[in-house]
């Protein structure tokens, strides 16, 4: 090769880099796919909207403490209007109409300060600070479920994508086999049934083919719908998945990590507190409430000496009985409550299990990695070769035929190994509560 030749050929080669790096950049990651949920799943927006409520009803449950003013007017007009009439043994008096014109305005402001409530409003606000603290654990817990919902969905769109690619390269290999056959048979150099074999090979190819092509269709629609986007985006997902470091650690430490920060386990531990603390506030409801009260009551009259009065004084209320309407709805949070504590329980040795699952699965993908690599390049030697030796009437139809379906079985096993090994480390990361 010439000098002139050697830069033409290193500046394509560089052009081709470039592309290539270019169409990398281009790429949507799972990363980028991740941070486009995040503000655009519907689930994620009704957590929050989750954690919104929960914080104002937070608020409310302290508020509670705080006095309360309350305002009542009314307007009262009357068929007649009373008198007031004062009959003694020495004295007869009658007044003339309370009321001027047979009507009257009332109206009153009354502050209430809660003195005492049994522990009401404290257990109130223990309750409404445990579901706060539930919400925002679930929001957390919602998060890393859809993180991994996209994960799977971007994985299931590059697998549909490499399996229509395999379907292709099906399709060209019968094809050329096709051709091959049709000249043999053309020279009488084989039988018809060969010929047919290769006809119905091939149209089952395309089948496949057709197949595929639908498949990646409904995969990225339902990977667009994750995301919010359309669902007839055409998305360009970059190949390489990113890796979380969390299978160098040893299994007992990973299970120890999982049960510390896993979301569902924080929320379901705060539901549990919530329903404890409501049923104190149940049972805070059947003992004295004491509160300090203070009006002003403007009411119209034509015969006390005041219009307006002032007030100050304490009230005092106690339910003395309510046919144990109290108590048995105590006992029923508080066995929702136990409830609550035995799901945890049960949780934390799902997640357990979880962990362990998903590490177990991640090296067996990781071993399948390594195995179909090597089938993979064997399984296209064999065809090579297959089709050599059919060439010059040394190998069957029917052995070309198989090299076809080994070298296409070879490539999926090899490429959803490989989809797998990264899924497994996404959804151990997900176990663990590092996703």
Do not use: C
């Not at 051709?179 to 119905?200: N, P, Y």
């Amino acid at each position: 090769m010439t000098q002139r030749g050697s830069r033409l050929l290193l500046a394509a080669a560089a052009l081709l880099a470039g592309a290539a790096i270019s169409l990398r950049v281009r790429a949507e990651t799972l990363e980028q796919a991740w941070r486009i949920a995040a503000t655009r799943n519907q689930t994620l927006a009704a957590a929050a909207a989750e954690v919104q409520a929960a914080r104002a009803g937070a608020r409310a449950a302290r508020d509670a403490r705080w006095p309360s003013i309350e305002a009542q007017a009314s307007y009262t007009h009357l068929g007649q209007a009373p008198e007031l009439d004062v009959v003694t043994p020495s004295l007869a008096f009658r007044s003339g109409p309370i009321f001027k014109d047979n009507q009257y305005v009332s109206g009153t402001v009354q502050m209430r300060v809660p003195l005492y409530t049994g522990g009401a409003i404290r257990a109130g606000v223990a309750a409404a600070r445990d579901g706060l603290r539930g919400a925002t654990a679930e929001q957390h817990a919602t998060a890393e479920d859809v993180r991994l919902e996209v994960a799977e969905a971007y994985v299931a769109v590059l697998r549909a994508q490499r399996q229509a690619r395999v379907a292709d390269l099906s399709v060209k290999s019968l094809a050329a086999h096709l051709r091959d056959v049709k000249a043999k048979f053309d020279r009488q150099m084989v039988a018809k049934s060969d010929l047919l074999a290769a006809e119905v090979a091939l149209a089952n190819a395309r089948s496949s083919q057709v197949s595929a092509g639908n498949a990646l269709e409904v995969s990225r629609e339902e990977y667009n719908r994750l995301l919010g986007e359309p669902l007839e985006r055409v998305p360009h997902l970059d190949p390489v998945l990113p890796s979380i470091a969390v299978d160098r650690l040893p299994l007992a430490e990973l299970v120890q990590r999982a049960l510390e920060t896993r979301g569902e386990l924080h929320a379901l531990a705060a539901h549990a507190g919530a329903l404890a603390a409501r049923a104190r506030a149940a049972d805070a409801s059947r003992l004295p409430h004491l509160a300090a009260m203070g009006g002003y009551t403007h009411f119209d009259n034509q015969i006390l000496n005041h219009q307006n009065f002032s007030s100050v004084g304490v009230g005092f209320t106690w339910k003395l009985f309510d046919g144990g309407a109290a108590a048995n709805e105590a006992d029923a949070l508080r066995a929702r409550s136990r409830a609550e504590r035995r799901r945890l329980a049960d949780l934390r040795s799902r997640i357990a299990l979880e962990v362990r699952a998903d590490w177990q699965a991640l090296a067996a993908a990781r071993a399948r990695v390594n195995a179909s690599r090597a089938a993979t390049a064997q399984a296209a030697e064999n065809l090579h070769v297959s089709r050599q030796l059919y060439g010059v009437g040394l190998a069957s139809n029917t052995q070309v035929l198989q090299a076809v379906t080994l070298r296409t079985q070879a490539q999926e096993d090899y490429n959803n190994s490989r989809l797998d090994a990264a899924l497994d480390g996404l959804r151990l990361a997900y176990a663990v509560g590092a996703l």
